[in-house]
């Protein structure tokens, strides 16, 4: 009989998270499969019942190598209720329900979280202490988009920390400046990062990449090392997608690959964003563009960012809005030749503006 399930509601919620977090500190560690990742301003070590998950994570992100300055921590452990039996498990009874309430009764004692019913996931976070711990009923529990980025809200959080959080866009630079790619997915945002690459561009990532603003200018860095594309797109390219580069096919259909075993002068640890694109696949010879404005970026980003990246949307808008306000926008009709759009990409990224 399971005695270790409690019933909680906006009221006793914090309760319960501080009982986890405080159960992931002491479980015992000859049971979890532990890795630790130097990123982009973040000393990330995570603890795992299922090995298999620990792999995903190690699989995916970009490590900063050149890392010597002390980062901001960030621990989270992952628990299941099949490995790890005795860890803490609750059910939401109260009466309104939603993502709201929790991250509202959560925010009452200086916490963030977030709870999937569906799948009965809980997330709790402590941003003082940067502890974190995720409870599932089985391993075979999480989406299958989590072996993309695993873990990747509590990396969200964590990052808004030191104000690197995550956005959703592709990027293309030369000489140290890009442009930043947003719109929905089928947009044209990874074929235009690829195609781009392909033809002499650098990448910090084309799905999410951590932004800054510093000193009157906007920083974008890799979060990830995989990037991903569907077969025909790869085939579009002139890329065989036989070759053992291309792994998958994933949750969408699409191969995955780490773009340095493609293009190694392609990566590149930051790089300063100049604009802001909103491409869309047109069917046209040529590229063209147009203005813009700060709005339309801000819903481009917006839009898909929020869709994946719960729990801080406030402080997402905030951020979105200061970044767009910062850099032009142009709403682009991308080509059908992938070397033309990436030549009109580099003299946009030359002049700053189309």
Same mark, same amino acid.
């Given at each position: ?27 015992d ?11 982009h ?21 970009a ?68 502890e ?17 980025m ?18 959703? @866009? =592709? ?7 890009c442009?930043? *790619? !947003?719109?929905?997915?089928? +947009?044209?945002?990874? #074929? /235009? ?72 002068s ?22 063209? @563009? =147009? ?9 481009? *980003? !917006?839009?898909?960012?929020? +869709?994946?990246?719960? #729990? /801080? ?41 189309p």
């Open positions: 009989m399971l005695t270790n399930i409690r019933k909680v509601d906006r009221a006793d919620l914090g309760r319960f998270a501080r009982d986890a977090l405080a159960f992931a500190k002491t479980c560690d000859g049971r979890l499969t532990h890795r630790r990742l130097r990123l301003g973040l000393d990330f070590e995570a603890a795992f019942a299922d090995p298999a998950y620990a792999d995903a994570l190690t699989r995916v992100y490590v900063d190598d050149m890392a010597s300055t002390p980062q901001r921590g960030l621990r989270v452990t992952v628990l299941d209720a099949t490995l790890v039996p005795d860890m803490p498990r609750c059910v939401w009874s109260d009466s309104v329900v939603g993502g709201g309430p929790v991250r509202d009764a959560l925010q009452v004692d200086g916490l963030m979280g977030v709870h999937d019913p569906d799948r009965d996931v809980w997330l709790f976070y402590d941003p003082e202490t940067g974190g711990v995720q409870l599932m009923p089985t391993p075979q529990t999480p989406p299958p988009w989590e072996a993309s695993p873990l990747r809200l509590f990396v969200h959080w964590a990052m808004h920390g030191i104000s690197r959080p995550l956005i959703h @866009a =592709g990027t293309l630079g030369l000489g140290g400046d442009v930043l *790619l !947003a719109g929905p997915g089928g +947009a044209g945002k990874s #074929g /235009t990062t690829l195609g781009g690459i392909l033809h002499g561009h650098a990448s910090v990532g084309d799905d999410y990449v951590l932004a800054e603003l510093a000193d009157g200018e906007a920083i974008t860095r890799p979060i990830l090392k995989i990037m991903k594309q569907d077969a025909t797109g790869l085939r579009r390219l002139g890329l065989a997608p036989e070759a053992p580069i291309f792994q998958g096919p994933n949750w969408q259909g699409k191969l995955e690959f780490e773009f340095a075993r493609l293009c190694p392609a990566t590149v640890p930051a790089m300063r964003a100049k604009a802001i694109l909103l491409p869309h696949v047109s069917g046209e010879t040529r590229t063209k @563009a =147009g203005p813009a404005s700060s709005k339309e970026a801000v819903l481009a *980003l !917006a839009a898909s960012s929020f +869709a994946q990246l719960f #729990g /801080t949307w406030r402080a997402d808008l905030v951020f979105l809005a200061n970044l767009c306000r910062q850099l032009p926008a142009w709403r682009v009709d991308l080509g059908t030749d992938p070397a033309e759009v990436s030549g009109f990409i580099g003299g946009v990224i030359a002049k700053g503006h």
